[in-house]
């Protein structure tokens, strides 16, 4: 079988930054290529370039055997190549029949919209997607998550792709909705698509790949039919070593409740939540995107303060109104989004990593230069920082060196409560690891951690214990012997009971 | 980058302080070489540019500016702007005026509108911080307030017969010219605090990333409230300064004055889009306007084309601020 798009040795660097080197990829007519790898591995930049976004620095990419080069993503799909990703692009007011055909309208011969056409085509697009329930008339921003993916596969569908890119297609669908997809696109695999399926779900992908592709550190490490691989050697291509060493906590002492939340809710989205967690313990809190994990952990840090509910710390109630308040009572919370919360990209190292503390690093309102000095370089060698010194600014650091600085600034506050939200996310594998040891290691120094993460072998590995978010309520919570991804993942997906929103 | 950062690792070098030096007050040294550059070139095809009087007219009787632009930096690093700073000025230099005609005394004239400033800006920056509203629209409308409620209590009339001993910008100290030391103090002072205040350092942390400065225990809204009343209190200071240059005070708005200061600023460094810069930069970028301004008249140029050369070095100090954050993202 022939290869309708072809990458050969592609390589693709940011600002210095090398995001791809010498990667080569293929996907024939009739094959869903699955591409793996992990947050940062390369994989965005990869479709990216396949769909037009970004020009490759070097290497050749070849549709139906012909070098081209994309100036632009229209480039990409006038050569059959169609792009779906992970958020969909849709406008919320127009029918669905619009959205479709938004760009490429059947027009009468007057020049006008062939209204008539429009949703003749779109109705018959969406019932070889096997969606006859779905209206072609419906405004798109009433639709559900899985609705409005449909809507985007049949816009895609439109212009009669040969090749179709997926990114994380089942990021934020339910089960039965992911099953539904996956034979959409066995499908259109029938029908001679070459379809490339991005995931991180090793399930998925052994459900409808023909063959794989994994990334690491923006290189191949490999291409293989899907017979030749088991989900433990997928694992270990992905992140470099045997497994087993991926997530050291070991076990801990547990002390006395250092937090507890009863019945918090928030307004935007926690309901009626209930836990605690002791000194020594690492609490996962796993959920997909939009079940509340998040908010539950901006509520407790002050920064959306509950609307209902208690927040206990060290056994007495307290009010937390704002992040200055949490930060007192001896909780540090480190953001999901390193950019927006975490750091000021302007300031030096130095000036980040002093930021929770400056009544501490200053006498009188005059800052103590030296003793800020002393503490930014003793978290570039305790967090192994790879910058040129406490001098250098925060915005010319790697990802993973950067949530080090996030982490080093509301260590030296001297928290006895952690809140981690997507504490490896995006950032580079052996960075990943140095966090993990490190959130052991302060389990052992008696800190009572919370960790919010969606990947589930992080939250399975890291937790003594996890709760499960689904919809802003606690929906499971298991202990570690308990926690399977099977039981985990199946919490994190139910479909609530009745249509409640 | 790897290999970089090894040599980095090795103690600095001459050339390697001068770069870190460069990389940390690079708009600063510009503007620096650009004043001695510009003061060099014009005295020697006129030396009468670099007279006793003349360096007067130029350094004394454009601090004002300068003192204004100190307040303004601090409100442009903490992430916002005043688009109303020129019409305060003519507001707090009339009521000086006023209380001096009307037989107060000369500290009371003083210290009245300077207290007013304040009065008047934590007003806007309580608007900014609490209510939310942006505070190039807070500014705007006190911009015409302050405008159109000094024309219509003045009717644009002029004070004279101003006390001697009120005209503190005509006196001298040490033979130099008051207004310079008004400047210069300011400046360092201000300058030293930002650098080593735990205050200065919350500042730049709101402009930086005012998400972060929150989380990490800053009181952002009081933050940018006491930003917004210190800038009122080198208003308040300018006013004097500007009104007591001549022996009458018209009692208007002076044209462009708002927009000379906030020029001021960011030609000096301070990024527009908060976060960066320092008031030693927007005092330079004061004077070089003033010596570029002088320099027209020195040179025969029209003083039309003074506008224009602001215009190209603001277009030019934000292109290179941008630039210089890209290569870094």
Not at chain 1, 42 to 57: C, V
Not at chain 1, 123 to 136: E, I, K, M, N, T
Not at chain 1, 160 to 178: F, H, I, K, N, W
Not at chain 1, 457 to 486: C, I
């Amino acid at each position: 079988m022939p290869s309708v798009v072809e990458l050969s040795d592609i390589t693709k660097s940011f600002e210095g930054v090398t995001a791809l080197k010498g990667v080569s990829f293929d996907v024939r007519e009739g094959e869903v290529h699955a591409l793996l790898g992990e947050n940062g591995a390369g994989k965005s930049t990869l479709i990216r370039i396949i769909a037009g976004s970004h020009l490759p620095d070097a290497g050749v990419l070849r549709v139906s055997g012909e070098p081209v080069r994309f100036g632009s993503p229209r480039d990409a799909r006038r050569r059959g190549i169609a792009t779906i990703y992970q958020e969909l692009l849709l406008f919320p007011e127009l029918t669905v029949a619009e959205n479709v055909f938004l760009g490429n309208a059947p027009r009468t011969r007057l020049g006008s919209l062939d209204w008539a056409a429009m949703r003749a085509r779109a109705r018959a697009l969406l019932d070889s997607l096997d969606s006859p329930d779905l209206s072609v008339d419906a405004k798109v921003g009433g639709l559900s998550v899985a609705n409005r993916q449909r809507v985007e596969i049949a816009k895609a569908l439109s212009q009669d792709p040969r090749v179709l890119v997926m990114d994380e297609p089942t990021a934020s669908l339910a089960q039965a909705d992911v099953d539904r997809l996956l034979a959409v696109v066995r499908r259109l695999r029938e029908r001679g698509v070459a379809v490339v399926y991005v995931s991180h779900r090793l399930a998925e992908v052994f459900a409808i790949a023909d063959r794989v592709t994994v990334l690491r550190d923006g290189a191949a490490v490999g291409t293989r039919a899907i017979s030749e691989v088991t989900e433990a050697s997928l694992v270990s291509m992905m992140v470099g070593r045997p497994v087993d060493q991926l997530f050291p906590k070991g076990q801990t002492e547990l002390g006395r409740t250092m937090l507890e939340v009863r019945g918090l809710s928030s307004r935007d989205g926690v309901r009626d939540v209930s836990f605690s967690v002791k000194a020594g313990e690492i609490l996962g809190i796993a959920g997909l995107v939009g079940s509340g994990r998040t908010e539950l952990a901006l509520a407790i840090f002050g920064i959306a303060p509950a609307t209902a509910g208690e927040i206990l710390v060290d056994g007495k109630p307290v009010r937390i109104d704002g992040p200055r308040r949490a930060r007192d009572l001896g909780i540090a919370y480190v953001p999901e989004d390193r950019g927006q919360q975490g750091l000021v990209r302007s300031h030096t190292i130095r000036e980040n990593v002093t930021l929770a503390v400056l009544d501490r690093v200053a006498r009188a309102g005059i800052l103590d230069r030296a003793e800020e000095t002393r503490r930014a370089r003793e978290a570039i060698e305790r967090f192994r920082i790879r910058a040129r010194g406490p001098e250098q600014l925060a915005r010319q650091l790697s990802g993973g060196n950067q949530q080090k600085v996030v982490l080093a600034k509301w260590l030296g506050a001297e928290p006895r409560i952690l809140i981690l939200d997507e504490p490896t996310r995006g950032i580079d594998v052996g960075a990943k690891a140095e966090v993990h040891a490190l959130m052991s290691d302060l389990a052992r120094q008696g800190l009572a951690i919370v960790m919010i993460s969606s990947e589930l072998p992080e939250v399975l590995g890291m937790s003594d214990r996890v709760l499960v978010m689904n919809r802003g309520r606690l929906v499971g919570e298991f202990d570690r012997a308990h926690a399977t991804a099977d039981a985990v993942g199946a919490a994190m997906t139910r479909a609530p009971r009745e249509g409640a929103a | 980058m790897s290999e970089s950062s090894l040599a980095r690792a090795r103690p600095l070098r001459a050339p390697a302080r001068l770069a870190r030096a460069f990389e940390a007050y690079g708009q600063e040294l510009v503007v620096l070489g650009a004043l001695v550059v510009l003061m060099a070139v014009v005295g020697a095809v006129n030396p009468r540019y670099l007279s006793d009087t003349n360096l007067v007219s130029i350094f004394a009787g454009n601090a004002y500016i300068a003192v204004a632009a100190i307040g303004m930096s601090l409100v442009i690093i903490s992430g916002n702007i005043d688009v109303s700073v020129g019409s305060l000025i003519g507001v707090l230099g009339t009521i000086a005026g006023t209380l001096a005609v009307g037989g107060h005394s000369r500290w009371v004239a003083w210290l009245v509108p300077i207290a007013a400033g304040v009065a008047v800006n934590a007003v806007l920056g309580a608007l900014v911080a609490y209510a939310r509203i942006p505070s190039i629209v807070v500014t705007l409308g006190a911009m015409s307030i302050l405008r159109g409620g000094l024309i219509s209590a003045t009717s644009g009339a002029w004070i004279s017969d101003l006390p001697g001993d009120f005209l503190i910008a005509q006196k001298r100290f040490l033979g130099v010219p008051s207004p310079f030391w008004f400047a210069a103090v300011l400046t360092v002072i201000v300058a030293i605090w930002m650098r080593h205040g735990a205050f200065g350092r919350s500042i730049y942390a709101v402009g930086g990333n005012a998400d972060a400065a929150r989380a990490a225990g800053i009181r952002t809204k009081e933050t940018i409230v006491a930003v917004f009343a210190i800038h009122g209190f080198f208003a308040g200071v300018a006013a004097i300064l500007f009104c007591t240059q001549l022996q009458v005070i018209q009692s208007t708005v002076p044209p462009n004055l708002e927009l000379n200061v906030i020029t001021a600023s960011v030609i000096g460094g301070v990024s527009i889009l908060g976060g960066t810069g320092t008031v030693v930069g927007s005092t330079l970028a004061a004077l070089l306007f003033a010596a570029i301004a002088s320099a027209l008249i020195f040179l025969d140029i029209s003083a039309y084309w003074l506008r224009a050369v602001l215009g190209l070095m603001i277009l030019a100090t934000v292109l290179a601020d941008m630039a210089r954050r890209r290569r870094t993202i």
